[in-house]
């Protein structure tokens, strides 16, 4: 027996993945140039080994995380297919073909509850080691860096005044069955139906009946309102989610239509409406999120969410903070569009705004400055192919995370297929011999 084979007993109908796979796959590659120590010295602080069951290996989270944006996948989606590719569950540390989900997907959420935005970032800060490795960028990609801001589209329905006003009535109704109080009419039907000719008459261009509609859908949820309002009045009992729920309904009845911040969604209170002046979507609903990625590479190393719908300018500090925090090094020169003119960054980097009339600038800086457009289509290739798109995270802290992940998925992808090209066009020389060096034992990693 080989001392492979000695290293560990393996089981009557186990089979190793090692007989199975490919050991120049991309992937297999790729997770021997992750370092998946390092995840286990970020997140060992967050667990307790005495307390509850015993916890899932770091390497498996960290890696179904991985996995899920860079091929686009729900939680759910993500976990089955787990269990029917060897490659997956190689990357994720197994040794052994595994025929089991290997968790709950609703672990997945727990498991990114814990961590927060700041753990999503470690995970970024691994793709670019990862990117450093592997030699996609190396220390000269971050001398000089692109910037821009996007939207990140919430998962929500197109917000109108009179969806609002139904959707807040049911949960008024629906709150006070739960807590025994006798409201003296739902108004169930009737605003349904008025909601419903509502859409009819906005669709056939009749805006005079349309606002009639909305006016009595308001109504109803006034009515439901002052209802609630009256019967729950100087009860010692009232649970403290339902006076918040009180006092929100109470916030939507009351704002204005051209008013500060007003409510999109009932579900996710934190978005907000964004107007960027396209010809096809006049609108977006989410929040803004600031991309810096690398001028020569194209590779991502930097990723942040930001509320409150600031002026770009305002989000380059914090941009170029995070990506030298993240990557350890610092950016040298940075490059900008006109919507950043005005910035408040006070750093060591140069930020050259983008402009007419280059002439009198080097032909060296000229180019850079052309090449500043290079980051539209990552933004592009993160929200198409990637999920920042449309965020089904719940609050602004998934908002935060959502962006982050997006962002280390397309790394990967970017990852796997330089390495797919690498392996497929070009001769591993002598001194590049990892192409094809003997698949090592992956470890299983220490339980989270």
Request: charged letters at 25%; a positive charge.
């Amino acid at each position: 027996m080989t001392p492979r084979q000695l290293s560990r007993q393996t089981g009557v109908f186990s089979v190793p993945l090692e007989r199975i796979i490919n050991p120049g796959h991309p992937l297999l590659i790729l997770a021997a140039k992750i370092d998946w120590a390092s995840f286990d010295t970020a997140f060992g602080s967050l667990y307790d080994p005495g307390n509850g069951r015993p916890g899932k290996p770091t390497r498996l989270m960290v890696g179904l995380h991985y996995l899920k944006h860079t091929f686009n996948l729900s939680d759910e989606q993500v976990v089955a297919r787990w269990v029917e590719n060897p490659y997956w569950q190689y990357f994720c540390g197994m040794t052994d073909f595994t025929h089991e989900f290997p968790i709950d997907p609703s672990m997945m959420t727990k498991w990114r509850k814990r961590l927060g935005g700041g753990g999503m970032e470690k995970l970024l800060a691994g793709t670019i080691a990862a990117g450093l490795k592997t030699g996609v960028i190396d220390g000269n990609s971050f001398m000089k860096v692109n910037v821009d801001t996007t939207v990140q589209e919430k998962a929500i329905t197109y917000p109108t005044d009179a969806k609002l006003y139904h959707k807040m009535r049911e949960k008024l109704v629906d709150a006070a069955k739960s807590l025994g109080v006798d409201l003296r009419q739902s108004y169930r039907f009737v605003s349904k139906n008025a909601l419903f000719m509502q859409g009819r008459y906005s669709a056939s261009r009749q805006p005079k009946r349309s606002r009639r509609e909305v006016k009595k859908v308001k109504n109803y949820f006034g009515r439901v309102l002052r209802d609630v309002e009256r019967k729950v009045a100087g009860r010692a009992d009232t649970p403290s989610w339902f006076t918040g729920l009180v006092e929100f309904a109470r916030r939507l009845h009351a704002q204005k239509r051209d008013g500060k911040g007003k409510i999109y969604s009932i579900h996710a209170p934190e978005v907000e409406c964004i107007s960027k002046g396209k010809a096809h979507k006049k609108y977006e609903f989410g929040c803004k999120v600031s991309i810096a990625a690398s001028s020569r590479d194209n590779f991502v190393i930097g990723a942040m969410a930001v509320h409150g719908a600031p002026y770009d300018g305002h989000t380059l500090a914090g941009a170029l903070e995070q990506v030298e925090r993240l990557s350890g090094l610092n950016v040298g020169e940075v490059f900008v569009d006109k919507g950043y003119r005005g910035h408040d960054y006070t750093g060591s980097a140069i930020v050259h705004v983008a402009r007419r009339g280059t002439r009198k600038l080097g032909a060296a800086l000229r180019k850079w400055m052309r090449r500043r457009s290079a980051i539209e289509p990552v933004i592009g290739h993160i929200k198409n192919d990637g999920r920042l798109g449309r965020n089904w995270l719940k609050g602004a802290e998934g908002d935060r995370m959502n962006a982050i992940l997006s962002a280390s998925g397309y790394n990967m992808r970017k990852l796997l297929g330089w390495l797919l090209f690498l392996l497929a066009f070009i001769r591993p020389s002598a001194k590049n011999q990892w192409y094809n060096a003997p698949l090592p034992l992956a470890p299983t990693g220490a339980p989270a």
